[in-house]
């Protein structure tokens, strides 16, 4: 049987979407969980709560991306939005056999042996970009971190890895409000902001791509060009190049952003890395479980099928709450402390299934090389006043983050 709707889990729900850009969204998935692991929405929508369901949902089949005919039916304001259609051009969101074809084009770029060549690059816009910020601060006392750092390397290590023009600071702006079109539920106000960020990211990919085209090179750009001829798929040399655009900018700021609130929250832990440098990487894979750049993930149901012993039928959505699944004592002892001696996990920060992060050994990397970088370079570096959100629930972004040396 079909559960009845959850007023009290719309009404926590409400309080994330429209409280202030400061509300912790754990106590509310906390609350969440109380109520069931999976709640069931007005239209049609459940909220999985739990690790346990989100993994289900993230890993079955039947759990399909929402599909242009579904947003047709459901969401029929789509098609009057560039950043919806670009977006909906991403990798995240095809299903087979579209996903799978594109995946296979671009996959290969993003394997671990495939970014050796990668890490001195990340290391020295990390360096460079850390010395930066060093002399902001001993001009100023001051300096926003979220800016100088957290939003410019990965775009740098995005341009470089793409072969773009190192037009980081443009290219930025440009992207800023695009996380509107992967928003839940977005505004018509944040649409045509993010359709403002579709149309300059498309225009700057154009010109990058028709330059490759006009000087052919065997570069990633190069080679999705390659591919959009040889199999006849249009436009996928710039729908992939978005995608890496749009799905590993934002993601990788905000987590060099909560790096830095982590280790100024938790000096003891910082402290305890800098004697165990061997847990680099757990402690990495911990700062992402603590507050995950990306808080949750949209699934349609392709047949009828059950879900937590629900029967839902097909057409329903729900929304896997990845930010709770990694916060869910039940898997996770103390889980709102940072704690880099936990025992390893099967996390969802990087979600699970078929559409596992295809950047997570990238943003790993860059990871592992800020936080050395920051342990090694600029220890004294602390949060210097209140953080500034984002607005939005997706993901977990910061417009600015003022830091100072102690
Ligand atoms: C800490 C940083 C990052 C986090 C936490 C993260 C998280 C995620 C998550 C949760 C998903 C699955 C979404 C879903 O199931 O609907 C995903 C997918 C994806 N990510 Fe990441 N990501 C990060 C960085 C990156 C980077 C650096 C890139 C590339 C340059 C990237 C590229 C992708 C792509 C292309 C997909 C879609 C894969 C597919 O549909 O097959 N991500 N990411």
New binding site residues.
Partial sequence: MEETVSHEAMSLLGQLRSGPESVEPYPIYAKLRDLGPLLRMTVGTYLATDAPTCREV?RRPEWT?PTPQWKDVNRPAWRTHPSLIAAGKT??QHNPPM?TLQ?GAIGRY?KPGALDELESVIQEIADRRLAELAEQIAVKRRADYAALVAHLV?MEV?CR?LGLPDDVDALVQASRNYRYAMELWPGRGQLLEADISADAVAAYLTVALGERSRCPATDVLGDLLTFENSERVPSAALDLAT??LV??WE??AA?LNSMLLGLSRYPEQAAWLRGHPGALPDACAEL?RWD???QM?SRVAARDTVLAGVSIPAGRAVIAL?GSAEHDPREVQEPGSLDFTRPARRSL???VG???????H??QLE?RIMLRALLRRLPNLKVAGPAIRQRGIVFRSLRSLPVELA
């Fill in positions: 993230l991306v990798l995240m996903h995946r993003f990965p995005l890895l995608t890496v799905a590993g993601t990788t987590m992402i995950p750049p990306i993930a990845i920060a990087f979600g078929m559409h596992y992060c295809l950047g997570a990238l943003a990871a």
